[in-house]
């Protein structure tokens, strides 16, 4: 439950700010090199402590001082130390909060000591920018998903953002305030459904008959459209955003829902039925949560204490490859475990490294071919009839299922087949590949070897590439 706040309610928080903001100010003044964080700390509770207010993060939960001190790649809520002085050319994040009053105050900055490097500078003030931005879309009827858009535009222009990082792109972005709400969809949306007599008063809310819909449309309850105080519920709000935006460029819409909202999934149905859309345009895939491993042992992240693993210091730790590969190595709807361990072995164990490292020994075999100066035919000249060992014959067969297994996870939306599929190809090559020469004296037979070597490698390539993940030469 969100309260509202009163004008005067507003007014202290705001006097709680100030004095955050005054005290920052201070702060950043006093950043210099030889400068110790201990040293910034003292000067941040006295500062707090002058104004009549009392620093919030101190002894909470134990905690030991009044800011966080974060340097370079240090994770929020570093604490501060006499014995950490400041160094040229170091970034320094302060979070300083402050209690007035009864309101909580609570900001943060970050700092460059002396000369810094330019794409440190450049990141300052695109970040900045950036808060800028998102600042700018929190507007009254918005949704936070307005400011992380407004954020995110303002960072990509200057190559920056974890979603381009992990190989995603978005083509299309959506503000819910200015091509949902100001376009007054919602409204519309609703005299639609009371056109179609599936709305009603009740309780001095405008609900919509979902019940009255029957089981196909699975929902067993009608909900709330629009509330006794006139404002539309955010059910509206999607509702009129799925009819009126998505389904005016796509005759078929799959979203994706996190596992908490399971309970949203039977209502956005039963609307879009509704509204006239087939039950099977509509569909929502749940995707459960991933449970970061380290050698077998969870990851330990708290939401109250602000610990948490940031998808960069996956990227970093891990790669992107193994990131992506792994996270579709199982179904959308199957927890998965991730061990980030694991993800960075160089061994069968683990799944990217065992698929990428059977396309880099194709590559060094052509490389050996090149090297020797070997003449090979095109592959449809490439007499095949030497193929018959048992382990050729099983590759053969499992590659003429690629293109069976791509429509399969396509038509299915299970990726995570054709990741399965990869590891069970690379699972039937490297046996092969250690236990029979392909380069040797008999050119028949080393052809139809070279000719197959080509098919496994071409087929992981592309396998990898419709994944998102890279196919290196060597490894």
Not at 201 to 213: D, I, Q, T, V
Not at 245 to 270: C, E, Q, T, W
């Amino acid at each position: 439950m969100v309260e509202i706040k009163t004008e005067r309610e507003i007014g202290l928080m705001r006097e709680a700010g100030l004095v955050v903001g005054h005290t920052l100010a201070a702060l950043r003044e006093a950043v210099a090199p030889g400068v110790s964080t201990g040293d910034l700390d003292d000067l941040a509770e006295q500062r707090i402590r002058a104004a009549g207010a009392v620093p919030s993060f101190k002894g909470y939960h134990g905690y030991p001082a009044t800011i966080c001190a974060s340097i370079n790649n240090e994770i929020v809520h570093g604490i501060p130390s006499y014995r950490r002085p400041l160094a040229e050319g170091d970034l320094i994040s302060i979070d300083c909060g402050a209690i007035l009053a009864g309101w909580h105050g609570d900001s943060a900055i970050t700092v460059a000591v002396g000369e810094v490097a330019p794409e440190l500078v450049k990141l300052m003030e695109v970040t900045e920018d950036a808060m800028w931005a998102g600042i700018g879309a929190a507007r009254t009827g918005g949704r936070v998903g307005d400011i992380s858009a407004a954020i995110e535009a303002a960072i990509r222009p200057h190559g920056y953002g974890i979603l381009r990082d992990y190989g995603v792109e978005f083509d299309v972005w959506t503000s819910e305030q200015r091509d949902v709400r100001d376009l007054h969809l919602p409204e519309k949306v609703l005299e639609e459904l009371a056109a179609r007599k599936l709305t009603y008063e009740g309780e001095g809310a405008l609900w919509f008959r979902s019940s009255a819909l029957g089981e196909e449309a699975g929902d067993d309850k009608d909900r709330v459209l629009r509330r006794s105080n006139g404002e539309v519920t955010y059910f509206a709000v999607d509702v009129a955003y799925h009819h009126y935006v998505k389904f005016r460029s796509a005759d078929r819409v799959i979203n994706l829902f996190g596992p908490d909202h399971h309970g949203y999934v039977p209502r956005m149905k039963a609307a879009m039925q509704a509204l006239g859309h087939p039950p099977d345009a509509f569909e929502v895939l749940i995707v459960q949560l991933v449970t970061l491993l380290r050698d077998g042992q969870p990851v330990r992240m708290s939401k109250r204490r602000g610990e948490f693993v940031l998808m960069e210091e996956l990227l970093e730790e891990v790669g992107r490859d193994a990131v992506r590969f792994t996270f579709l190595t199982r179904r959308h709807d199957s927890p998965l475990p991730f061990d980030l361990a694991l993800a960075t072995r160089q061994s069968a164990e683990n799944p990217v490294y065992y698929v990428q490292y059977a396309h880099a020994r194709i590559k060094s075999i052509d490389k050996q071919v090149a090297e020797q100066g070997i003449v090979v035919p095109p592959l449809g000249e490439v007499d095949l009839s030497p193929l018959r060992a048992g382990e050729e014959l099983a590759i053969i067969k499992r590659l003429v299922q690629y293109p069976e297994v791509v429509k399969g996870a396509a038509h299915a939306l299970e990726p995570h087949r054709l990741a399965y599929w990869l590891q069970e190809l690379a699972g039937g090559f490297h046996p092969y590949y250690k236990t029979h020469r392909v380069i040797q004296d008999d050119r028949r037979l080393m052809h139809a070897r070279l000719a197959l070597c080509a098919g496994v490698g071409r087929v992981i390539r592309n396998g990898l590439e419709l994944l998102g993940v890279s196919a290196p030469e060597s490894m």
